[in-house]
């Protein structure tokens, strides 16, 4: 990917994990869309004392760009905490993502706060996503 639109996507998920509400797991998230529009919307997870209530960084900045009027993306960055596990996106945000990938293929960026990344297809960390 443009090394450029990485470090804007990489600001943005370092600025919204700032924000990250992981008072249970203390894992912390951030997360940065880029849109067709040439928009970069973020998000962090949210964590709930209902477990299962609880809603990733990921979606969240997927949410966020769709309620801004998005219908298409174009990548997605995500980044963890400095000590922890990579946030690999769960199976039900690779779902959402799908939903509004512009290309099965769209950049799926996993990134360290250091700015280390590892870069995937969409469809090769979700095949056969269920689309109507
Ligand atoms: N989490 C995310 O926000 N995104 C990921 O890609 C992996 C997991 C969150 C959910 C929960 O708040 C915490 O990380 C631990 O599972």
Redesign the pocket.
């Known amino acids: 990917m443009d090394q450029a639109i990485v470090q804007k996507l990489l600001q943005k998920a370092g600025e919204a994990r700032k924000n990250?509400?992981?008072v249970?797991?203390?894992?912390?998230?951030g997360?940065a869309v880029l849109a067709e529009s040439g928009e970069i919307y973020g998000?962090?997870?949210?964590?709930n004392a209902s477990y299962g209530l609880?809603?990733?960084?990921?979606?969240?900045a997927v949410f966020a760009a769709v309620a801004a009027g998005e219908r298409k993306l174009c990548a997605v960055l995500?980044v963890?905490p400095p000590d922890g596990e990579k946030?690999?996106?769960?199976g039900a945000?690779r779902q959402v993502l799908a939903e509004f990938a512009e290309e099965p293929g769209m950049p799926v960026l996993?990134a360290a706060p250091d700015g280390t990344c590892e870069e995937y297809r969409l469809d090769e960390l979700l095949p056969y996503s269920f689309q109507l």
């Open positions: 990250a509400y992981a249970y797991s203390g894992y912390t998230v997360a998000g962090c997870n949210v964590e609880t809603m990733c960084a990921e979606r969240n995500i963890g946030p690999y996106p769960c945000c996993v």
